[in-house]
């Protein structure tokens, strides 16, 4: 692990001490969520082009990632919901049908 993924798994770590992340209902662990996140951040943090950008867009920048992952695990979370509701009714429909024959 590079520094800044260490630097920024410190940081997960004490932000989950305040107010744990909601990662549930993903097809990979928690941890592996986490180390994903951890080293999309840290890749970001240690770009040249990161490092060149002034202080308010690095922030931007940092905080428009996060807002990203955020959504697609939103997004992720939504659509195994779905596809999960969807099984549950054809499989009641399968049922019924096999019920009647």
């Known amino acids: 692990m590079i520094p800044s993924q260490n ?8 932000f989950e001490d305040q107010a744990p992340l909601f990662f549930g209902d993903l097809p990979v662990s928690d941890d592996a969520a986490r180390n994903c996140f951890v ?7 240690d770009s040249p082009e990161f490092r060149r950008a002034s202080p308010q867009h690095r922030e931007l920048s940092l905080l428009g990632q996060l807002a990203h992952a955020l959504l697609d ?4 979370r939504e659509q195994l919901q779905r596809d999960e509701q969807h099984a549950v009714t054809a499989t009641r429909f399968a049922i019924a049908k096999a019920a009647a024959a």
């Not at 080293?39 to 943090?45: G, I, N, V």
């Not at 695990?73 to 992720?76: G, V």
Request: proline fraction near 0%.
């Open 73 to 76: 695990a939103a997004l992720l």
């Open 39 to 45: 080293t999309a951040m840290a890749t970001l943090r």
């Open 7 to 14: 630097l920024i798994e410190a940081a997960l770590t004490s």
